[in-house]
């Protein structure tokens, strides 16, 4: 009867069939869609670091790629900012490499993907270098994008994003104005040292004066740390490049 | 020999009506009299993590009423053909296509909110209601009885999250689906005049005291007594 054993497993076997057909089905149909989903809010995120979040929300999702497409090209350097072009035999791109798995390689064997923004249609004409940052907040992952002006000093901007940090704290990390308090602070002190810029505790506090010190979030201090620490990390593993662009931004000017 | 049969004129019952004062009350109890958060307390876990702004539990909501009213059909279509010994498993197996069905429709065609709701939708899984409703409704009603059962029911979960949220929002952010209204009343009354936020309403502890409230409120009126 209906309660045979060989009907339970009958069942069971069909239903697991179905649902995993319709599972699989709606990936593969949706797949794409989401493909260009994720792409197009990496692009956002860079171009938030650049310009104003309003901007961007105004645009379309054709005009951001045509924008992005205009504005930014890409290079991928190593840990000793030399650029890679291929790795094991597969051609490598910005776009190709994906942050969150090479944060867990060794950094000697990760790719460093760096977005130039340059003007329209002039490559040449660097504006900022972007440079994506991936670490660790309270709850989970955390990543963003910080925007270098060509003195490879001056914080144009950032962008960070969470994975579930609390809404009202952590979370903040996503607010225009938490990422605002990062425009103009400098990376290296006056001894050439890399000091990045690093979050304090508590909230209220004016740091106009600290080239290298932003105001914090009341009650998301363990996520503070965390941007701090993914902020000095990524500079440092981006110091080779960073370097390399110091140096020939100073023969230029000579 | 056999026996006469009086023949009788087959009397056919008149259809239920699409929404027969039965049915009615299937969608109107589980808002005020029955309702599954405040009175038969399920779906606490939800109600306190996603309740923080409104924007967010909004969508929550829409999720969960997807969720429960598909899943409360599918299941009645089933109910007679699922084995007694694993309809448990059945039902969390459906109930689990679905969410992962709406957070890849979500990733599709709108990630930001995707981003914004992260797990939460995959939570849904784990709330009471949907499986209550499951096994309590749709195991033993037709599918359209079924449908409105659970869209009582997960209407009354959304209004009472989203009040939550509401007052959540507005004591813990200062504003209402992100429009600062804190600073609204407060450019009314000058410059000196300021609200400050009450941090507590952020966290989970606030949560609970809202809904305590809510529940206190709606019992005095409803004079709704546990016994």
């Known amino acids: 009867m209906q309660q045979s054993n060989t009907y339970i497993i009958t069942f069971s076997v069909i239903l697991t069939v179905i649902l995993g057909l319709l599972l699989s089905g709606t990936s593969q149909v949706l797949g794409p869609m989401q493909k260009e989903a994720i792409a197009l809010d990496n692009k956002k995120q860079i171009l938030g670091a650049l310009i104003s ?21 890409t290079v991928v350097v190593d840990i000793n900012g030399k650029e890679v072009t291929e790795q094991d035999g597969v051609a490598v791109t910005a776009e190709t490499v994906d942050v969150a798995k090479n944060y867990k390689k060794p950094k000697e064997e990760r790719l460093f993907p760096v977005y130039i923004y340059h003007a329209e249609g002039n490559p040449d004409d660097v504006a900022n270098y972007v440079l994506p940052l991936y670490g660790a907040g309270l709850w989970n992952a955390i990543w963003g994008y910080i925007a270098l002006d060509t003195d490879m000093n001056t914080v144009g901007g950032i962008t960070l994003a969470h994975a579930g940090e609390t809404p009202g704290l952590g979370a903040r990390i996503t607010d225009s104005e938490v990422q605002s308090r990062y425009v103009g ?18 909230e209220g506090i004016d740091y106009s004066n600290s080239p290298h010190k932003v105001d ?39 | 020999m056999s026996a006469e049969t009086v023949e009788k004129a087959i009397v056919t019952k008149p259809a239920e009506a699409l929404l027969s004062k039965r049915r009615k009350k299937l969608i109107s109890d589980p808002l005020v009299d029955d309702n599954p958060v405040t009175i038969q307390v399920l779906g606490i876990c939800s ?57 890849e429709v979500l990733k599709a065609f709108a990630y930001d909110m995707y981003k914004e709701l992260s797990v939460f939708v995959g939570l849904i899984i784990t709330n009471c209601i949907v499986m209550g409703r499951l096994e309590a409704f749709a195991m033993g009603n037709k599918p359209y009885d079924s449908v409105l059962d ?57 949560a609970f005291m809202i809904l305590g409230i809510i529940i206190w409120v709606q019992r005095t009126k409803t004079g709704y007594v546990e016994h």
């Open chain 1, 53 to 73: 979040g309003d901007e961007i929300a105004a645009m379309s999702p054709k005009e951001v790629n045509a924008y992005y497409e205009s504005r930014v090209s």
């Open chain 1, 185 to 202: 602070k400098t990376i290296y002190d006056e001894s050439g040292k890399l000091v990045a810029v690093e979050m304090q505790k508590g």
């Open chain 2, 150 to 206: 659970g869209f009582g029911s997960a209407l009354g979960y959304s209004w009472i999250i989203l009040a939550v949220a509401f007052f959540r929002e507005l004591l813990g952010s200062g504003a209402v689906f992100g429009v600062p209204v804190y600073d609204y009343i407060s450019s009314l009354f000058g410059p000196d005049f300021t609200l400050a936020t009450n941090g507590l309403m952020v966290s989970p502890v606030g």
């Open chain 2, 47 to 103: 109600a306190l993590a996603v309740t923080t702004q409104m924007k967010p539990t909004l969508v929550m909501a829409i999720a969960v009423i997807f969720v429960v009213v598909m899943s409360n059909f599918v299941i009645s279509l089933m109910r007679n053909t699922v084995p007694g010994r694993v309809r448990i498993i059945v039902q969390l197996a459906v109930v689990a296509t679905l969410v992962t069905l709406v957070n």
């Open chain 1, 216 to 254: 914090g979030m009341s009650g998301a201090t363990i996520t503070g740390k965390g941007v701090n620490n993914m902020l000095y990390n990524y500079l440092n593993y981006y110091q080779a490049y960073i370097e390399s662009k110091k140096s020939s931004t100073a023969v230029a000017a000579l």
